[in-house]
């Protein structure tokens, strides 16, 4: 930014006679009818608009040797600084008469000359101006004078009763700050200048003192917020912990560069050339629509950088943040010469959609593919399951934002989901029920991926414990996380019914033997040596059964005792009956201890230590991405 004491001839101030002929114009005083008394007093008019014109004008040269050469006219006298701007446009007015009557006339090159000195000093008080509140006039400070609907509600500076200083200050209110009420009057100011200026032709002078000013301060303003010019190729080069700082500093700085950097500017904008929606057009565009369109840019770069899974939470966030602000944006950026900006935001949430898209798709496409061959020990929850789930929780979490990524993109092959798999609360809005769709989907490729690992275990019992633990982990993990809310109260019930008949099926592979080895109960009691049999058939299936599931686990504490109260339900009460009944009889075996090996008792306290193995977070296992299996998931072609 120059300083406050440089030349300000930005450009030359000579005006051809010609350029006159641009003036609209002026207003029409009521005369008498007479055509010859018009004249007479259009004459004398102009003699007198420009002879006071050049006693005002003269004064103020800022070629005159006087102190006023260095004195700021409306810092000087507010009042005075008003009866100049009269002057001058009265002047404008005479020198069109001047034109239309007596093109070449001593008066008009009078008017003229006059008119250049006075552009020269409003060139001056314009650029001083700007310069001299240059903090008062930030984005912050204009918007103190926004009223509650965002209009105007600077003090005008043309009141023809020509109201003092303290009277435009009260107009402002009384809870302006100081500051506040300085930018008030500093707007009313530069409005005041620009008017005049255009109207009177030296438009392009005023423009480009204003863009000089103004442009610096948009650009300082961004680099205080931590805005850098951004390049596709550092960001593509930048490793994921320095672009996610970054990301985080962009998501704060752009909520203050448009509602408050560009809005205010703007509004400034708006109100110094209110006169031409042209020139006021043009401005704002050249002042911000560099620094704009890169700021708009930043989330499209880190939308084509390398997509991973740990990502597509960053990249929502750029997304909700464009379009949450996107009206704004809109708003601000609403003319022709600035569509660019708007369309740069478009584009940006557009290109973080599709790479969201991607990105759900691709981790689909790996959980497809995943095809590690470790176990969980013990049947206990696979490492995928919990990943997985912890993935699609977190994906819950950001429903709202993902609900105007996916709304329109169905997951692939639903179609293979049974009806009832998406009746959920969220299925009467079609936003919400996007998001359920594509969460449900992974879920159920989850599912059909366990189905596949819960074949590697030679034991069916155990392949059933496995498919109940990481199904109970799963309906755990929707119930008391935000997919409860996603998925509904139906996907749980029908989930649910999956958990006990998993467990049902466990239930009788790990234990029908045992449960077989004990006579049906008979009014007739058995035989002695069939007795002996029982026992000795029940001791060994009962001690294979519970050797073998002491390395297995059941980590969620209801259902491990839901599993072990039905186990215990079952075999206890009718091995207690068998026993009490055939243990008197069989008191007098020599090897009676060998034969009846557990009392009732015995059997219910080693039923109770069962699946409390320690390694209950099972074997870890990762994603990886080997060759796809045929898997139970139609896949998308």
């Known amino acids: 930014m120059p300083g ?8 030359s101030s000579h005006k051809t006679l010609s350029s006159l002929s641009s003036f609209s114009s002026p207003r029409t005083p009521s005369t008498p ?17 420009i002879a006071n014109a050049a006693t005002m004008i003269k004064k103020w040269d800022m070629n005159s040797p006087s102190i006023t050469k260095l004195t700021s006219l409306f810092l000087h006298n507010r009042k005075e600084a008003k009866e100049f701007l009269k002057c001058v446009k009265d002047l404008r007015c005479a020198m069109h008469y001047s034109v239309s009557e007596h093109s070449t006339s001593d008066k008009l090159v009078l008017a003229q000359t006059l008119m250049q000195t006075a552009m020269k000093r409003l060139e001056h008080e314009f650029y001083q101006t700007l310069s001299r509140y240059r903090d008062e006039l930030d984005a912050e400070s204009i918007s103190l004078g926004r009223s509650s609907d965002g209009s105007s509600s600077y003090v005008g500076d043309e009141d023809e009763n020509g109201s003092e200083d303290n009277d435009e200050l009260r107009r402002t209110g009384e809870t302006l700050t100081k500051m506040g009420r300085i930018s008030q009057l500093a707007m009313a100011d ?7 200026m255009i109207g009177c032709g030296y438009g392009k002078e005023c423009i480009k003192i204003y863009k000089l000013a103004r442009k610096s301060i948009v650009d300082e303003g961004l680099h205080q917020l931590g805005i850098e010019h951004f390049k596709a190729s550092h960001v593509q080069k930048m490793n994921w912990e320095a672009l996610e700082h970054v990301i985080k500093n962009w998501l704060t700085a752009v909520k203050i560069a448009v509602k408050t950097l560009f809005s205010g500017e703007n509004f400034f904008c708006d109100h110094v050339f209110s006169a031409s929606d042209k020139i006021r057009e043009a401005c704002f565009c050249d002042i911000t629509q560099e620094e704009a369109l890169n700021l708009f840019k930043f989330p499209e770069l880190v939308a084509k950088s390398k997509k991973s899974a740990e990502r597509i939470f960053q990249l929502m966030e750029l997304h909700n943040m464009l379009n949450v602000l996107f009206p704004e944006i809109e708003l601000i950026f609403n003319s022709e010469a600035t569509s660019a900006v708007k369309l740069q935001a478009l584009s940006s949430m557009h290109k973080l959609g599709d790479s969201v898209r991607a990105i759900i798709s691709d981790f689909e496409s790996t959980l497809h593919k995943d095809s590690s061959k470790t176990q969980a020990v013990g049947g206990g929850i696979h490492q995928l399951t919990r990943s997985v789930m912890s993935y699609i929780t977190s994906l819950g979490e950001h ?22 798999y998406f009746e959920s609360p969220s299925s009467h809005n079609s936003r919400g029920s996007a998001v359920s769709l594509h969460l449900a989907w992974l879920i ?3 599912l059909c991926k366990l189905d596949r690992k819960a074949a590697l275990y030679k034991d069916v019992a155990l392949s059933y414990l496995f498919l109940s633990n990481n199904l109970q982990f799963i309906i755990e993990k929707v119930r008391t996380s935000v997919l409860k809310h996603l998925l509904g109260d139906d996907w749980l019930c029908t989930h649910a019914k999956k958990l006990k008949q998993y467990a049902l099926n466990y239930e009788t592979m790990a234990w029908n033997k045992v449960f077989s080895s004990l006579p049906e109960r008979s009014s007739s009691p058995v035989p002695p040596e069939v007795a002996k049999d029982c026992f000795r058939r029940f001791s060994a299936a009962f001690e294979e059964a519970y050797v073998k599931q002491t390395s297995w686990i059941v980590p969620n504490r ?25 243990r008197v009889i069989l008191s007098g075996e020599k090897i009676l201890e060998l034969l009846v090996r557990f009392g009732p008792d015995d059997l219910e306290n080693q039923l109770s230590d069962l699946f409390h193995s320690s390694s209950i977070l099972g074997s870890f296992s990762s994603i990886s991405l080997p060759r796809s299996p045929k898997g139970c998931v139609p896949h998308q072609k």
Do not use: Q, W
């Not at 406050?4 to 450009?11: A, N, R, V, Y």
């Not at 055509?35 to 259009?42: D, E, G, K, L």
């Not at 709304?407 to 293979?416: F, G, K, L, Q, Y």
């Open 399 to 420: 429903g709202n934002i993902l609900a105007d990524i996916v709304a329109d993109h169905p997951p692939p092959c639903t179609s293979s989901f049974p009806e009832s």
């Open 558 to 582: 209801k259902l491990r005792d839901e599993l072990k109260a039905s186990i215990a339900k079952k075999l206890a009460p009718a091995y207690r009956e068998f026993y009490d009944e055939y």
């Open 4 to 11: 406050k004491g440089m030349s300000i001839h930005f450009f």
């Open 33 to 49: 009818s007479s055509p010859a008394f018009s004249h007479t007093f259009s004459e004398a008019m102009v003699e007198e608009n």
């Open 190 to 196: 530069l409005k005041a200048i620009a008017d005049v």
């Open 444 to 446: 159920l490729v989850l």
